[in-house]
């Protein structure tokens, strides 16, 4: 399985960045995807997944600014995220999930100045 995000970049405090994550690869079925973060000095967190059954889950810090989707047909998954946050400064990373296998991408840099 391979995961290739994109959409990261620079933005100013209250602006909007939309994450894109393509899987490729042995895709299985009843997979959760979705996206974590790791801020410089801090421990890898989740942000939001998102199951095959369209189950949706967020961390309570992103929750009512940042919403997730997926396109199942082309097998890419999307963080929208609105009105964001120094805090949300973070190297973002693809999840995909299968059973007990984790499945990462390289990251994409996300910098939200004040």
């Known amino acids: 399985v391979q995961l290739v995000e994109s959409g990261g970049g620079l933005v100013q405090a209250g602006g909007s960045l939309r994450l894109s994550c393509a899987a490729s690869?042995?895709?299985?079925?009843?997979?959760?995807m979705g996206w974590h973060r790791q801020a410089p000095g801090k421990q890898r967190e989740l942000v939001a997944t998102v199951t095959t059954t369209g189950v949706k889950n967020f961390a309570d810090s992103v929750k009512g600014r940042f919403t997730i989707s997926d396109d199942s047909a082309n097998n890419t998954v999307y963080l929208q995220m609105n009105n964001l946050k120094p805090e949300d400064t973070a190297v973002y990373y693809c999840l995909m999930r299968w059973r007990t296998l984790n499945f990462w991408g390289q990251g994409t840099q996300v910098t939200v100045s004040s």
């Open positions: 690869g042995n895709i299985f079925t009843d997979t959760v």
